[in-house]
């Protein structure tokens, strides 16, 4: 009665469509749902794949894995692991799996994502790479179509198996970084002599022409090979990669071994494992 006594206007047009046309622009004026994520912030059980880093190598003593202090799985408290944050201590005897080797490559992993696969976790980590990049020579490195082809086969191996575990994949760590920081140490010094990722760390106080060219060549690698682990990745919708924080990471000489000035120690493994837990355990994945 109010509209037709006063105001004319609201009586609609033929072109407005009447109730009809209302509703139809009521739903046009709606945001669309968003999609929902697979990711679960809160997973119940971790397998940790890769190499020494994840091994807790050096982290305890002298050319030694200690797993205990992985970034991953460790079960030391000072470390504070991923997979100590996300079940707790009773937990982690029989809901996480310590799958990595020291000196694996990437060839490898498609058989330790098997491994971990048989287990049915909840999520997968993985951290590999260092070590092809850390050979004798630039020569060796694993060439960067090899560690797509790899990288690529051992997450479709994952999905195989266990098609709706989680994956979350760090970065390779900036080795030119670590040169960097050691080279000045006097146990680096003498340590890397004895063969250290040489493609990196030989010849560490040579500040050559050659010996900068060489060390530049195997850093290009570094992050040519955390293009390739975000791209994989970035295809699987279960799958987190970190973003580069890995990379990023100012590792000083507090959170590198002190057997080897090059390995993560304890608080090393503590920071890689407080990256670890942002990532898996934010709302949206990483930049």
């Not at 739903?27 to 807790?56: C, F, H, K």
């Not at 305890?60 to 079940?87: K, Y």
Request: charged fraction near 20%.
């Amino acid at each position: 009665m109010f509209c037709g006594a006063a105001l004319s206007g609201c009586v609609a047009s033929p072109g407005d469509g009447g109730a009809d046309g209302a509703r139809q622009r009521a739903a046009a004026a709606r945001p669309s749902p968003s999609p929902t994520s697979l990711w679960n912030t809160r997973p119940t059980s971790v397998a940790a794949v890769g190499d020494s880093i994840t091994r807790g190598f050096d982290a305890c003593g002298v050319l030694a894995d200690c797993p205990e202090a992985s970034w991953a799985t460790g079960s030391d408290a000072v470390v504070n692991s991923l997979a100590l944050r996300l079940l707790g201590a009773s937990a982690l005897p029989s809901r996480s799996w310590n799958l990595a080797r020291s000196g694996a490559r990437v060839a490898e992993l498609p058989a330790q994502m098997r491994l971990a696969a048989a287990q049915k976790p909840d999520l997968v980590t993985v951290m590999v790479g260092g070590n092809d990049a850390c050979r004798p020579s630039v020569d060796l490195m694993t060439p960067v179509a090899d560690f797509r082809t790899s990288f690529a086969s051992a997450v479709a191996q994952l999905r195989r198996d266990a098609p709706t575990a989680q994956l979350y994949v760090s970065s390779v760590p900036d080795l030119h970084r670590l040169w960097s920081t050691g080279r000045d140490h006097p146990v680096g010094r003498q340590v890397w002599q004895l063969g250290v990722c040489g493609s990196m760390l030989a010849d560490a106080d040579d500040l050559g022409a050659a010996a900068t060219a060489r060390r530049a060549a195997v850093r290009e690698r570094v992050v040519a090979y955390n293009s390739v682990l975000r791209e994989v990745c970035a295809r699987d919708a279960r799958c987190r990669y970190d973003g580069g924080a890995v990379f990023d990471f100012r590792f000083g000489s507090g959170q590198l071994s002190p057997w080897d000035v090059f390995h993560p120690s304890r608080d090393g493994q503590g920071r890689l494992a407080e990256i670890a837990y942002r990532a898996v355990t934010s709302a949206e994945p990483p930049a």
